[in-house]
C-alpha cells in the first residue's frame, strides 16, 4: 500500500478547527484550575501557526484580588489574566501553557 509524501513547501491540512482547539484548551484549563478561585472564563482569541502544526490559543479569566483591609469588599475588582494554551493541531493535545500579559 502506498502512502503519500509531502512535496517540499507542502504542509499538512490540521484535523482540528479552531472550536475544538478552543475547546481542548478550556477543558486542560478547568482541568488544572480545579479547586482555584477562577471566574468568568472566556476565549479571547485563536490563532492558527504559520506551519500549520499548532493552534494558539488564549483563555480570559478572573481571579480574586488580593485583599486589602483598608478597603471594603466592594473595591475589591477581580483581576483578568490570559493564558496562552498551544494546542497539537493534529491530535488535539494541550502541549504548552504560557501567561500573557494583559494590554
Not at 32 to 49: C, F, I, K, P, Q
Not at 61 to 70: A, E, G, H, T
Amino acid at each position: 500500500m502506498a502512502t503519500a509524501q509531502l512535496k517540499p513547501g507542502q504542509m499538512l491540512k490540521p484535523l482540528l478547527d479552531a472550536r475544538q482547539a478552543a475547546q481542548a484548551a478550556v477543558e486542560f484549563f478547568r482541568h488544572l484550575s480545579a479547586g482555584m478561585r477562577v471566574t468568568e472564563v472566556g476565549l479571547e482569541e485563536v490563532e492558527l501557526t504559520g506551519d500549520e502544526k499548532y493552534w494558539l490559543v488564549t483563555l480570559g479569566f478572573d481571579s480574586p484580588p488580593r485583599k486589602n483591609l483598608k478597603l471594603p469588599d466592594f473595591l475589591h475588582i477581580p483581576v483578568r489574566k490570559l493564558k496562552v494554551f498551544k494546542v497539537d493541531a493534529r491530535t488535539g493535545k494541550v502541549v504548552a501553557m504560557k501567561i500573557r500579559a494583559a494590554e
